[in-house]
């Protein structure tokens, strides 16, 4: 049987604020190609594991692989070099640029027909194309969601790693998100890890979900079915 490569794997790491152990132990993994979230209460650790994954807050022990490679304690610039996206929950589209500005700073070549550049961008999200030359800072919410996911894709990466992209949004602007997450990264074959405490957006957009309890341990893995068959266990880790 063919072996899946894991892009990403992540071996019992333990992450620190200062004093406070915040990631105590925690084992996942994300195969090329699969959609997989987080899903956990408000303060579990999972802003924080994505920043260890990033390089923003280190871990203090355990071992991060991306692409086979240990990246535990490289610089987010070399970590995103291979070609990992990510999209905070602030979206942090920098204030004074322009939307194409914001979208042409973050462009990375790549390879074949389907490459995202900056008129693929403009043909998909016509909401960008028709404020390309507005301060991306003065975006609504919704839009400068799209316009983090835009800058996402237009690096042409292998994984996007996403905080949260509904927060803070309407139901409906939630939809949307969900629709552009849901046709531009997954069903494209990008690989996605995506942390929300939404949970029902979690299942529309993952197949493969890590429940994190609040000492950012993961204490199940189950698929998107599995979930759905047993409501109950959504219930215990996210109170809803
Ligand atoms: N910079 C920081 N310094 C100290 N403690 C922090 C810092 N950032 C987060 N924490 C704490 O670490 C824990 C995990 O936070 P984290 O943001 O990772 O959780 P989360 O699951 O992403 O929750 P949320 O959905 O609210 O963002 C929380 O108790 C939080 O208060």
Redesign the pocket.
């Known amino acids: 049987m063919e072996k899946r490569h894991k892009i990403l794997e992540i071996e019992n790491m333990q992450t620190y604020?200062?004093d406070?152990h915040?990631i105590q132990g925690l084992s996942m993994h994300v195969y090329e190609q699969e959609a997989v979230s987080i899903i956990?209460?408000?303060?579990?650790?999972?802003?924080?594991?994505l920043r260890s994954i990033m390089g923003l807050t280190p871990p203090r022990s355990g071992n991060i692989f991306i692409d086979g490679r240990q990246t535990t304690r490289w610089q987010p610039h070399k970590i995103s070099r291979l070609g990992v996206a990510y999209v905070p929950?602030e979206r942090h589209i920098f204030p004074g640029l322009s939307v194409e500005e914001n979208l042409r700073l973050a462009a990375r070549p790549g390879s074949g027909e389907d490459a995202w550049t900056f008129e693929k961008v403009c043909e998909h999200f016509p909401v960008l194309a028709d404020r390309s030359h507005q301060d991306g800072a003065t975006l609504s919410g919704g839009q400068q969601q799209t316009l983090a996911i835009g800058r996402a894709l237009i690096s042409n990466p292998r994984i996007i790693i996403m905080d949260?992209p509904s927060q803070g949004l309407s139901p409906i602007l939630v939809q949307t998100i969900t629709d552009v997450v849901l046709k531009f990264c997954v069903q494209s074959g990008i690989t996605l890890l995506i942390?929300e405490?939404n949970y029902q957006m979690a299942l529309k957009v993952a197949s493969r979900h890590y429940l994190m309890d609040t000492r950012?341990e993961i204490v199940n893995n189950m698929t998107t079915r599995q979930l759905e068959d047993n409501p109950e266990i959504i219930q215990a880790h996210l109170s809803v």
């Not at 956990?40 to 594991?49: I, L």
């Open positions: 604020y200062g406070s915040v956990g209460r408000n303060g579990a650790g999972k802003t924080t594991t929950a949260e942390v405490q950012g």
